[in-house]
Nanobody, 122 residues
Framework: QVQLVESGGGLVQPGGSLRLSCAAS????????MAWYRQASGKQRELVAV???????NYADSVKGRFTISRDNAKNTVYLQMNSLKPEDTAVYYC????????????????WGQGTQVTVSS
C-alpha cells in the first residue's frame, strides 16, 4: 500500500481558503484512486472528494462548488483546494488511497494519512 502524509491544515476565517496536500510514497501513485475524508468532533467520518486514476472527480454535496480535488502524478501528490470555507467545514481531514475505487466509496481504503486539522473560525 501507498504511504500518505498530509499537510496544509490550519486556522482560517470564514470565507477564507486553504490548500491541503498529500504526498504519497512506497507504491505506484498513478495506480491509486485518491480521496479526502473529514471527521468533525463527535461525528462520523465522511467522504469529501474523490479523484480516479483517470482524474475524474466527485464531491460531497456539502462542498460542491467550493472544494477542488486534483492530482499531480509526477509529484505523487493529491491536493484539496478549499474556498469559501464555513465553520461547518471544521474537521480533521484525511487523505486516503486505494487501487480499488469501490473501497474508497465504502470508506475502507487501504491507505490512510495521519490527518490534518482544519479550523474555520473568526
Amino acid at each position: 500500500q501507498v504511504q500518505l502524509v498530509e499537510s496544509g491544515g490550519g486556522l482560517v476565517q470564514p470565507g477564507g481558503s486553504l490548500r491541503l496536500s498529500c504526498a504519497a510514497s512506497g507504491s505506484i501513485f498513478s495506480r491509486y484512486a485518491m480521496a479526502w475524508y473529514r471527521q468533525a468532533s463527535g461525528k462520523q467520518r465522511e467522504l469529501v472528494a474523490v479523484i480516479t486514476i483517470g482524474s475524474s472527480t466527485n464531491y460531497a454535496d456539502s462542498v460542491k462548488g467550493r472544494f477542488t480535488i486534483s492530482r499531480d502524478n509526477a509529484k505523487n501528490t493529491v491536493y484539496l483546494q478549499m474556498n469559501s470555507l464555513k465553520p461547518e467545514d471544521t474537521a480533521v481531514y484525511y487523505c486516503a488511497g486505494d487501487q480499488v475505487l469501490h473501497n474508497i466509496v465504502v470508506l475502507i481504503p487501504g491507505s490512510w494519512g495521519q490527518g490534518t486539522q482544519v479550523t474555520v473560525s473568526s
